[in-house]
């Protein structure tokens, strides 16, 4: 048996929750019936699945030995020098700037979010950033159940740019209620291809994913399994030489390669982006990621355990922004 005393980043989330990032080797079903026939109590009382966490409480958990995965210690987070380029930082979040090419998780290859740190793999900025703490004296792996610091903003491997860290779970969770409810606004640049046919618009269509291939396609009418896209943008700058844009984009709706899709279904696809361009010409101008960056967040008014962010913005350094170089009269 195990016991597990619920601290202050445990605490109001339902027990299901609890225990599925506590026991990382634990079946769902398996987990359910646990709870079901008292395998798992909380104060040692039978507990229902959906029952809320506070602050004491005490689980207990009468689970096969093998299904309690090792935690990372806090030796092993002490072992590497942490590469980080920060932007800003409090005792509840941290914003860095994540170059291209770096995994934002780890076994994550095209910048998808779990919601919940993973440091497995030391060549990722979650694990990065984990060891900053740890090393600060701010995380200690050892002391928690079932948090570890974690970002909350999604972002491809080939995309640089602003990525929001969370400290604890209460600014993990205020945080990921400000992005569903478009309380961060986040702003990219971006260059395509050829000049957009109108200067500014709001493109409002739907998406659709293909898990096999990893790729979307941008629908015009909504079908089973689409989502709504919506994509504002703004043609800063243009290089006639090269018949390239320079665009400001902002993301009103969150999707998977959204930008990216969005801009190429109007005969403008970014450059140097080989799943929805043409990357062969790129290469030879030096271009084999797509040409896009997370410049720019402004945390908008919300009453929360954030609320001292409310109106500050936050932009990236523009010599970060490699792709500016085909625009150098460029005014951001």
Known sequence: MREFTINSNDAGQRLDKFVLKTVKGIPVSLMYKAIRIKKIKVNRKRAEEKQMLCLGD???MFLAEELFSDKVTDNELLTITPKLDIIYEDENIILCEKAPGILVHSGDG???TSGEGDAKDRNTLIYHIQAYLAQKGEYDPT???SFAPALCNRIDRNTGGIVIGAKNADALRDINARIRDNKVSKFYLCAVHGAPQRKS???KDYLIKNNNTNTVRVLKNNIRGAK?????????DFNKSKNLSLVKIELV?????????H???IGNPLLGDGKYGSIEKDKRLGYKHQALYAYRLIFEKAEDSLSYLNGKEFVSEIKNIYFLREFPNARI
Do not use: P
């Open 201 to 203: 618009a709001t493109l």
């Open 110 to 112: 095209d910048g998808k």
């Open 228 to 236: 709504e896209i919506i994509t504002k943008y703004e043609v800063i």
């Open 263 to 265: 801009m190429s279904s």
């Open 58 to 60: 005490t689980v207990q």
């Open 143 to 145: 002391k928690e159940n």
């Open 253 to 261: 709706t969150g999707r998977t390669h959204q930008i990216r899709a």
